[in-house]
């Protein structure tokens, strides 16, 4: 989803809550694993295309939380190995 410039990969909903997920992917761990690679400036990237998202919504109270999922295709036949990681940036409130 595009929002501007910016964007979200993923975008959830279960009642009040919204979960935002960032996803990367390679096809090996090697040398660093896809996780690792979202930090600092990517994460505030992520934070503020999800506020201005939720803005443009107009959703009402929800609670936002960023998680991240790292895919590697280097698994038996190509077979993809997923990682999840809830909340890696601190959960906030949108009114």
Do not use: H
């Amino acid at each position: 989803m595009r929002v501007g410039r910016l964007e979200l990969d993923v975008i959830a909903r279960r009642g009040s809550l919204v979960v935002v997920c960032e996803v990367r992917s390679r096809r090996s761990a090697r040398p660093v694993f896809p996780a690792e690679t979202i930090r600092g400036e990517k994460l505030n990237r992520v934070r503020r295309a999800t506020a201005l998202w939720l803005r443009r919504q107009k959703l009402g109270r929800v609670q936002a939380r960023i998680d991240a999922a790292a895919v590697v295709f280097d698994g038996p036949r190509g077979k993809p190995r997923i990682e999840y990681y809830e909340n890696v940036s601190f959960p906030y409130r949108s009114v």
